[in-house]
């Protein structure tokens, strides 16, 4: 039996294709997704192309409304860029954005969780007493704060420049401790198994044994937090873009997008942040969806048929 078989005769499988939520769910993202990485093709305009952009169509409204052009379906933002293929290309970086900082959050969650519930003592109690002391703190003034001494440190126009790469590191620096929690947690359930100690007995390396053969047995509750986490991410950079801690509004974010069209909501130009708040908001709940889903298939303690 081929890995596609297995795949199709796994209860896995199964169970998605009786939930028409996680079917739906699942579709909408990796349609979102899709055109987001597909926006240099699929966006009628390049806004990072200045000689497509006139000043002079800026804040024009929708096209089906009577101020309306018909080259922007959705209007144009304060800088006259196409609103449409602007939301395009700041979804695109969102997720790059969301994916890159859980990977990285989850590479220092899986070191500090699979390091301190195998090696345990003095090490547990240390690595864990730091992810306490970042708990208590909430995950938005962590990014806050180090969205903040890195423009102090790189100054504005530097990390304008470098924005989505600091950005991925202060997301990633606020959220690791779920993962190293999670992990830890599962690796004190693994560590006394029949395996681990038979590894122990043929000499096996602690390396060896902790990344080899008890890592891949925590995986299933990583991949279900880093499935949440994404969007989680995502929420993150928009909050930080809102407070103009994020992305510049010159390369865009839905986040950026947001903040930048807030201030021109009551002067009438409602659409500016109206979209990409919808877009956000759409992604985000596509995501939680299915990760609820892969929650609970993945826990058959909590799956309800």
């Known amino acids: 039996m081929n890995t596609w ?8 499988f199964y169970s998605f294709k009786r939930d028409p939520v996680a079917i739906a769910s699942f579709t909408i993202f990796i349609f979102l997704v899709g055109i987001s990485f597909l926006a240099p093709v699929v966006a009628p305009f390049n806004p990072y192309d200045t ?9 024009l409204p929708p096209n089906w409304m009577e101020e ?20 395009l290309y700041g979804l695109r970086t969102s997720v790059i954005i969301g994916i890159g900082a859980v990977l990285f959050q989850a590479f220092l969650g899986i070191i500090v969780g699979l390091t301190a519930g195998y090696l345990g003592g003095k090490i547990d109690a240390f690595l864990m007493r730091i992810a306490d002391i970042q708990f208590s703190i909430p995950y938005l ?23 989505l790469p600091l950005l991925v590191i202060i997301i990633g620096i606020s ?9 830890r947690a599962s690796v004190l359930g693994e560590r006394n198994k029949e395996y681990v100690e038979a590894a122990r007995v043929i000499g096996l390396n602690r390396r060896l044994i902790m990344y080899r053969h008890i890592l891949p047995n925590t995986m299933t509750p990583v991949l279900v937090i880093s ?10 950079e928009a909050a930080l873009s809102f407070l103009g801690l994020g992305m510049p509004i010159t390369k865009p974010s839905l986040g950026s997008l947001i903040n930048a069209g807030f201030e021109y909501v009551f002067s009438g130009s409602w659409w500016i942040t109206l979209f990409p ?26 799956y309800k048929g």
């Open 141 to 163: 003034i962590v990014a806050i704060i180090a969205s903040a001494v890195f423009q102090i440190a790189f100054g504005v126009d530097r990390f304008e420049a470098l924005a």
């Open 68 to 87: 309306g052009d018909d080259r922007f379906i959705l209007g144009t933002d304060i800088q006259g860029r196409d609103l449409l293929s602007t939301m």
């Open 175 to 183: 959220e690791w401790p779920k993962y190293a929690r999670t992990v």
């Open 5 to 12: 078989q297995r795949f199709n005769n796994s209860y896995f």
């Open 277 to 302: 708040g919808i877009l956000l908001v759409l992604f985000t709940l596509v995501i939680i969806l299915f990760g609820d889903w892969l929650r609970d298939v993945m826990n058959p303690k909590l």
């Open 227 to 236: 499935t949440i986490q994404v969007a989680q991410a995502v929420m993150s």
């Open 51 to 59: 000689s497509t952009i006139d000043i002079m169509d800026s804040e």
